[in-house]
C-alpha cells in the first residue's frame, strides 16, 4: 500500500490520527497532516482505509499494491 495525500487540502480534522496513529500525526503548528509512513505495514492497511473514508476533505488516497 502507498499513501497520498494532498494536504493543501487539509482542514485538520485530525480524524485520521484517531483513526490510525502509527500512520498519520498532524503538525503541530498548522494541524495539517502529516504521514508517518507512506509504505504501512499490512496490518495497518484497514486502519488506512477507515482513515481515509473518514476525512471530510477526502485528502487520503492510497494505491493497494
Ligand atoms: S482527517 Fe483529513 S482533513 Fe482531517 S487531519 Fe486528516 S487528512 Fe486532514
Given at each position: 500500500m502507498r499513501i497520498k495525500v494532498d494536504a493543501t487540502k487539509c482542514i485538520g480534522a485530525g480524524l485520521c490520527v484517531v483513526a490510525a496513529p502509527q500512520v498519520f500525526s498532524q503538525n503541530e503548528d498548522d494541524g495539517l497532516?502529516?504521514?508517518?509512513q507512506e509504505n504501512p505495514p499490512p496490518e495497518l492497511h484497514a486502519?488506512?482505509?477507515e482513515a481515509a473514508r473518514l476525512c471530510p476533505a477526502l485528502v487520503i488516497t492510497y494505491e493497494e499494491e
Open positions: 497532516v502529516v504521514v508517518l486502519s488506512v482505509r
